[in-house]
């Protein structure tokens, strides 16, 4: 059984950092794209970041560049998203996902359950 388990959000002000993991289990994800989406009140899921399981091909949305890292730790089969000067505009609900590349939200596979994010002003 395929499993995504996000941890690691929270309450925080702006300017702060954050650091989400998820956790993979179930199959052997070297074949896919891991990533993270993220879903605000009221509005469509949206890309945030992707890279490689192997880490070769970091990519980002533009409002995130510079300020959120991917990384992937095969190891341990997790999958982190560093967050530095958060905004009250990163506030959502952030999914982890794992799919074919390019990674959008109809080309997953598999889906975590989520994990909020609140940034105050």
């Known amino acids: 059984q395929v499993q995504l388990v996000e941890s690691g959000g929270g309450l925080v002000q702006a300017g702060a950092s954050l650091r989400l993991s998820c956790a993979a289990s179930?199959?052997?994800?070297?074949?896919?794209?891991m990533g993270w989406f993220r879903q605000a009140p009221g509005k469509e899921r949206e890309f945030v970041a992707a890279d490689r399981w192997n880490g070769d091909n970091p990519h980002y949305r533009d409002s995130v560049k510079g300020r959120f890292t991917i990384f992937i730790d095969n190891a341990r089969n997790t999958v982190y998203l560093l967050m530095n000067s958060l905004k009250p505009e990163d506030t959502a609900i952030y999914y982890c996902?794992?799919?074919?590349?390019?990674?959008?939200?109809?080309?997953?596979?598999?889906w975590g359950r989520g994990t909020q994010v609140t940034v105050s002003s």
């Open positions: 996902a794992a799919g074919r590349a390019p990674l959008r939200v109809e080309s997953c596979d598999y």
């Open positions: 179930g199959r052997t994800f070297s074949t896919y794209d």
